[in-house]
């Protein structure tokens, strides 16, 4: 028998650290503590998305982007932001009479965008980082 001491691996019944080996069942190693006598497979890490673009998700969905939307400009699954809304339990804004567009432009196209003084007026504007470029997102009222 082979004797282990797993510094990252514990029981997980007991926080026992005395493990052995016990085998291999479907081409995963299990192991089994010497204290209870549990056996267990090592625990598998799953997929982790960056807290950054969870954050920008999350952010873009409250302010009007769709889940879709949002997939298209992050990359990310619109199925993972719906999962975030529902963890978080957060829910738009009712109610509002503003319709919101966005553009992705770098920093050059930010400046001549703020330059333009109609593109300041009369509406709502958030500009957001998103990686090298940036997010203007800018709410126009329904006429």
């Known amino acids: 028998m ?3 001491t797993m510094n990252d691996q514990s029981c997980p019944r007991c926080a026992g650290q005395d493990i052995i080996k016990s085998g291999i069942v479907k081409g995963r ?3 089994q503590c010497k204290s209870c006598r549990y056996a267990f497979t090592v625990r598998k890490q799953g997929k982790n998305t960056d807290p950054y673009y969870v954050i920008k998700a999350l952010q873009l ?3 009007g982007i769709s889940s879709r939307e ?3 400009i992050l990359g990310i699954s619109h199925v993972s932001v719906l999962n975030w809304v529902k963890k978080y339990r957060l829910s738009k804004p009712r109610g ?5 567009s966005y553009k992705v432009v770098s920093h050059e196209e ?3 965008f703020m330059k ?3 593109n300041l007026l009369h509406s ?3 500009i957001t980082e998103l990686g090298d470029k940036y997010m203007v997102i800018k709410w126009d009222r329904f006429r």
């Open 124 to 126: 709502g504007l958030l």
């Open 110 to 112: 930010l400046l001549q």
């Open 70 to 72: 949002i997939e298209r």
């Open 29 to 31: 190693q299990r192991y």
């Open 61 to 63: 969905y409250l302010e």
């Open 116 to 118: 333009e003084r109609r």
């Open 2 to 4: 082979v004797y282990l």
């Open 96 to 100: 509002t009479h503003y319709s919101p």
